[in-house]
């Protein structure tokens, strides 16, 4: 004898009985509890590219174009029993972009600031760097600086120390080094910096509450709007 439910699912014009494991495709995803933007900046070539593109999608490339403007990519991942969209925003490092990627600043809670362990010049230029940090990025914003390029340890340039004592005199700021070539360090970088953004939030509010609250939600739309769709790549 057919059970009342399969008739009913059959009188609303269904197909026939569907079995477990489809009823189960069938379920919608559950929503992300959060949406965060985190932003990578440094100057040109230290691997902001190659560190996105490490964490989200594991690929490396040997001979990447440059960034112009602004590019982005999405990663959900789960921590602290949430789960958070993750929106990386990879800026350019060339100066002539610094307007149009100081825009995306002020929506980050998150900044990886990057440095290249054998270019010199790179770690020099980090207090410019912290001039638009000051400037553009809310100031509850986490920091984390990141000597990239660890495997090519030979050419070292920048000592771990002095990077130690840069991010130490500044409040908040993190440091590590990490290989996108390598994959080392790499997912701890954006999973540190995201369960760093959660400790400081309210996790447990009501899904109710949560949706207008400034800390949980960016505001959308997720590009800021005065500004067309990101870059592309260039040579
Ligand atoms: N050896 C080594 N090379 C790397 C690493 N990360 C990136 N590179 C190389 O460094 C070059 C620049 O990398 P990108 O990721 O494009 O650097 P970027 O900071 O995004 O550069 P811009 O877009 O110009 O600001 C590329 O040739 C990469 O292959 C790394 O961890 N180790």
């Known amino acids: 004898m057919e059970s009342g439910f399969g008739v009913q699912r059959r009188a609303g014009g269904g197909s026939p009985a569907v079995g477990a494991s489809q009823r189960r495709r069938k379920m919608p995803p559950r929503a ?22 490490r964490f989200t999608d594991d690929t490396f490339c040997e001979a ?35 307007s149009i990627t100081s825009a995306y600043y002020r929506g980050a809670k998150g900044i990886v600031l990057v440095y290249d362990i054998t270019k010199q010049e790179t770690f020099e230029d980090l207090p410019k ?9 809310s100031e509850d914003a986490e920091l984390l600086l990141v000597g990239n390029k660890l495997d090519c340890e030979s050419d070292r340039a ?11 005199r500044i409040s908040g700021m993190r440091f590590c080094e990490a290989s996108a070539k390598n994959n080392f360090n790499v ?3 954006f999973l540190k910096l995201v369960d760093d ?17 400034v800390l949980s939600l960016q505001p959308e739309p997720e590009f800021p709007p005065e500004l067309p769709p990101p870059r592309m790549r260039c040579c």
């Open 64 to 98: 990447c174009k440059s960034t112009v403007g602004v590019d982005f990519k999405i990663k959900t991942v789960e921590l602290r029993g949430k789960k958070i969209r993750l929106q990386i925003w990879d800026t350019a490092g060339q100066e002539r972009f610094n």
């Open 158 to 168: 920048i000592s771990r120390q002095q990077a130690e004592r840069f991010a130490s």
């Open 187 to 189: 997912d701890e970088i």
């Open 197 to 213: 953004i959660l400790s400081k939030m309210p996790l447990e509010v009501p899904s109710r509450e949560l949706s207008n609250s």
């Open 129 to 137: 760097w912290m001039k638009m940090i000051d400037k553009y990025a």
């Open 32 to 53: 992300a509890d959060f949406k965060l933007q985190v932003i990578i900046i440094g100057s040109r070539g230290v691997g902001k590219t190659s560190l996105m593109e």
